[in-house]
């Protein structure tokens, strides 16, 4: 099973209003500082792995321990076995949603917990959910899990008259005498089997004394493992029974036949008892161990009717054969893998972790998972194996394993994977809240539907935003805000007149994404408009030198087709267009958008006065007419006397500074 939603509410960033959103097999969770990422991180850890040390009075927003902490999460793609188990709590789509609740109790019974001291605070945690059982009426119907029913219940029903509908359940008996418990039970499930659907049933909420599920939830619910950005590998490192090497080498102990595993422990213990023998005896041939059993009884001080003896144990294989494991790194090198450096040991981690996932590791259950929570996997890593990195845990997520990290860095996402993103924001005012947003391959099908009347299916969409993407437009979903631009010739010389003007993108925390071709804006504006990052949009209106009209055939088409594109930015932009087949707008410099009537090159450069010289002067410098080098070239030689930038920098650089989301495009 798989975390398909998760909520939390009065959980540190978390208000009382909570956050809700859904989870992929992947997800990123990508947003500015201390708006809650790594808080989701640490409610799952306490989910799976609830500890009173992981529990302090600031876990709870705004210190308010008044309220509970309440963490649910909604689990689906259950196997068939996971499904048998759960039947009874699982809603009609099949999925299971379990919510903990974390609480502030007072120690003292005198008091309050309002006014209890600090060290008079305890915490209980607890976990609730949902179970559909019979009615009252129909409670002889009940079939709980590895338990029978007491013989007085027995009895009792069996005084009854247990009918479901029609059909007399006690027709499934040998004998009109009362049954044992066991009969009882294997006649239950016949009825369960064939008719089930005739037994009226109700819908209980309660904790786990109530649903009766706490060693259910214990034994079947995925292992998670959380890596902060910040540890200690040595803890990870170490044989502990939660570790992921602690399991490792409990399952290698536990495959080894039981054969060996007795002559092993014959031959050792004979070895260990001779040995003692020769060690035991002292100088004047008294027996060590027999000088101290003596002291021990007499120092009681009275007879308790029980003689006390120390007693080396038989020794056991584990402790033998797999002393305390340690793991070790060769790179010219040869020494632990703490002594390496950070992004090694946070490698081996992710190594250990797959592994540990590799074999079933004597679980009673094979068929359980892992969810793995990564806290910033890029740290300590370079470029090239940050995409490898991202690439591991693309394919972790692929199986039956979940995945779920937050990061800073645009090389673990993908524009086309947005629906892996979860982007947290805080809202504005003296009590900022913190805010999910996502956005769904399913929601944008339906736009391109209700736009264009037709319908893509998801792995069009994989297919077209993978043909125009790179590392560099990622880069979008960390700003503040986004310029969207045609191609290289405007990335080259727009930052130049920015910074000229006093206006430097990466400071005001602006990205300028180069969408390839201004037909590949559209899909750009769409994906990061609904994660709420503001965009402002440059593009070329591409206006032919003649009359639109005068064109024919191919060329005709083409104008046709770029009037159209015009239309679509448009829209998008919530601007009015015109019917008129062919749509080319004047130069404008809006609210979010700057539109060319024809291109860049002409309003900026081919109006200079000495284009052709400084054209002539970039030739010779690059060797070759390279548009986006002589755009760079132009617009440097420009920036050196700002006064002689054309007007229309400083109108954008004003429209940027005053760029706020307005509304989603897709609603």
């Known amino acids: 099973m798989k975390i398909k939603s998760a909520s939390f509410k009065n959980f540190k960033t978390f208000s009382e209003a909570g956050i809700f959103f859904s989870l992929n ?8 500082n201390s708006v809650g990422k790594s808080n989701v991180l640490e409610g799952i850890d306490l989910f799976f792995n609830f500890s009173k040390s992981k529990i302090f009075i600031n876990s709870f927003h705004h210190d308010n321990y008044l309220r509970p902490i309440v963490i649910e999460l909604t689990f689906h793609k259950l196997t068939d076995g996971e499904s048998r188990i759960f039947k009874s709590h ?15 109790v007072c120690t003292n019974d005198e008091k309050p917990l309002a006014e209890a001291n600090m060290d008079e605070i305890d915490f209980i945690e607890s976990k609730h959910g949902t179970k559909l059982q019979p009615t009252t009426e129909y409670d002889w119907t009940v079939l709980q899990d590895d338990k029978l029913p007491t013989k007085a219940n027995v009895k009792a029903w069996w005084k009854k008259e247990l009918k479901v509908g029609d059909f007399d359940f006690k027709t499934l008996f040998n004998s009109k005498d009362e049954p044992t418990q066991e009969v009882y039970v294997e006649k239950l499930r016949l009825l369960w089997n064939e008719y089930s659907g005739n037994i009226p049933q109700e819908q209980i909420t309660g904790d ?12 079947n619910l995925p292992k998670y493992f959380y890596i902060p950005a910040i540890k200690n590998v040595a803890d990870d490192l170490k044989n502990t029974k939660s570790s992921a090497l602690g399991e490792l080498i409990n399952w290698i102990s536990s495959s ?8 092993f422990k014959v031959k050792s213990t004979e070895l260990v008892g001779d040995l003692l023998k020769k060690i035991d005896i002292d100088d004047d041939g008294n027996s060590k161990i027999g000088m101290i059993n003596k002291a021990l009884n007499e120092n009681v001080g009275f007879d308790i009717g029980c003689s006390l003896e120390l007693k080396f144990g038989s020794p056991e294989m584990d402790d033998l054969i797999f002393p305390e494991p340690k793991v070790y790194g060769n790179d010219g090198y040869y020494s632990e893998i703490t002594e390496k ?5 946070r490698l081996a981690l992710f190594s250990l972790l797959r592994t540990y996932n590799t074999f079933d590791f004597g679980k009673k259950n094979a068929e359980k998972n892992i969810i793995i929570g990564i806290e910033e996997p890029e740290i300590y890593l370079h470029p090239p194996l940050k995409r490898s990195t991202y690439s591991l845990l693309q394919r972790i997520s692929r199986g039956d394993d979940q995945v779920i990290y937050c990061t800073h860095d645009s090389l673990f996402l993908s524009v086309e994977f947005f629906d892996e993103i979860r982007m947290f924001r805080k809202s504005d005012g003296n009590n900022p809240e913190t805010k999910v947003y996502e956005f769904s391959v399913s929601q944008l099908v339906e736009f391109y539907k209700k736009l264009y009347g ?13 043909h125009i993407i790179d590392e560099s437009k990622n880069e979008g979903f960390f700003a503040k805000k986004v310029v969207l631009i045609e191609g290289d010739t405007e990335k080259y010389a727009l930052p130049n007149y920015f910074k000229a003007k006093g206006f430097n993108l990466d400071v005001n925390r602006v990205a300028i994404i180069s969408a ?6 559209s899909y750009l504006l769409l994906i990061f408009n609904e994660f709420r990052v503001p965009c402002y949009v440059i593009f070329d209106g591409d206006k032919p030198k003649d009359e639109p009209s005068t064109y024919t ?11 159209i594109r015009n239309k679509e930015l448009f829209q998008l932009l919530n601007k009015p267009v015109t019917n008129e087949q062919f749509f080319f707008p004047a130069t404008s410099v809006d609210q979010n958008f700057t539109v060319w009537e024809r291109n860049f090159e002409d309003e900026f450069h081919r109006s200079l006065v000495n284009y052709n010289q400084l054209k002539s002067e970039a030739k010779k410098l690059y060797g070759n007419d390279s548009k986006p080098l002589t755009a760079r070239y132009i617009s440097e030689k420009i920036s050196n006397d700002p006064a002689k930038i054309d007007a229309k920098i400083d109108s954008m650089i004003n429209k940027l500074k005053e760029l706020k989301w307005n509304k989603s495009i897709v609603e």
């Open 256 to 263: 080894v036949s039981k054969e060996i595993k007795n002559e």
């Open 341 to 345: 450096g950070h992004g090694i040991q």
């Open 516 to 521: 390839g071709s201004v037909d590949n804006i």
């Open 90 to 104: 699982l809603d009609e789509m099949g999925n299971l949603t379990v919510t903990q609740y974390i609480e502030c």
């Open 553 to 563: 055939d191919s060329s005709r088409d083409d104008l046709i087709n770029k009037s």
């Open 454 to 466: 037709k319908t893509i299916d998801e792995k069009s969409i994989r297919h077209r935003f993978y």
């Open 208 to 219: 786990e004394k109530m649903l009766g599920w706490k060693s259910k939830l214990k034994a």
């Open 25 to 32: 097999d992947l997800t990123a969770l990508i947003g500015e």
